[in-house]
T-cell receptor
Framework: GAGVSQSPRYKVAKRGQDVALRCDPISGHVSLFWYQQALGQGPEFLTYFQNEAQLDKSGLPSDRFFAERPEGSVSTLKIQRTQQEDSAVYLC?????????????????FGNGTRLTVT | AQSVTQLGSHVSVSEGALVLLRCNYSSSVPPYLFWYVQYPNQGLQLLLKYTTGATLVKGINGFEAEFKKSETSFHLTKPSAHMSDAAEYFCAVIPHQGGKLIFGQGTELSVKP
């Protein structure tokens, strides 16, 4: 079946512009995650949704970052007034239901990411 | 707070040689443990995971990892490296009480012919 789809694949923005990054999770996956991966680094957690509820947004670096998932499926990560330090790959992942009713032992399925370059 | 340490940001091996990528976690309660691989310009692909049960876990592409509670380690191995194994490898954990997936800094594996 289809995996996690992210668009656009590449985005170049001038400093100060707003950007919106889209994520289509695997159908039926209730959990959705956003990560930021700087060059040469491991992915860093940004935020987490269960259905439409944003349960954890502790990783969002500033109030310029905003994520939503209004219908519990597609999610959008919005960055306002982009800065050069926002340049990174933004990864989206979804997770299904694990064994024994515990979703935490179920792996995350990642999209190919959106590479954002702020000039 | 839970953390993951990958020893060695770059590892280089010859084709056919043993691959050993090291991962240690910090937790008094064993978390769920994962290894992911990332090829250039692609997302992360799950290699294997440990949740409960057998401590030696086999994954895709001939990789395996052993959970050692006494050493708080989850090192990744492959008996014989192939050129196609060249990629970035990430160890990751989810604390046993749940929560987000926490990644290590990654190890870049190079395979020499």
């Amino acid at each position: 079946g289809a995996g996690v789809s992210q668009s656009p694949r590449y985005k170049v923005a001038k400093r100060g512009q707003d950007v919106a990054l889209r994520c289509d999770p695997i159908s039926g996956h209730v959990s959705l995650f956003w990560y930021q991966q700087a060059l040469g680094q491991g992915p860093e957690f940004l935020t987490y949704f269960q259905n439409e509820a944003q349960l954890d947004k502790s990783g969002l670096p500033s109030d310029r970052f905003f994520a939503e998932r209004p219908e519990g499926s597609v999610s959008t990560l919005k960055i306002q007034r982009t800065q050069q330090e926002d340049s990174a790959v933004y990864l989206c992942a979804s997770r299904g239901t694990g064994t024994g009713g515990n979703s935490y032992n179920s792996p995350l399925h990642f999209g190919n990411g959106t590479r954002l370059t702020v000039t | 707070a839970q953390s993951v340490t990958q020893l060695g940001s770059h590892v280089s091996v010859s084709e056919g040689a043993l691959v050993l990528l090291r991962c240690n976690y910090s937790s008094s309660v064993p978390p769920y443990l994962f290894w992911y691989v990332q090829y250039p310009n692609q997302g992360l692909q799950l290699l294997l995971k440990y949740t409960t049960g057998a401590t030696l876990v086999k994954g895709i592409n001939g990789f395996e990892a052993e959970f050692k509670k006494s050493e708080t380690s989850f090192h990744l191995t492959k008996p014989s490296a192939h050129m196609s194994d060249a990629a970035e490898y990430f160890c990751a954990v989810i604390p046993h009480q749940g929560g987000k997936l926490i990644f290590g800094q990654g190890t870049e594996l190079s395979v020499k012919p």
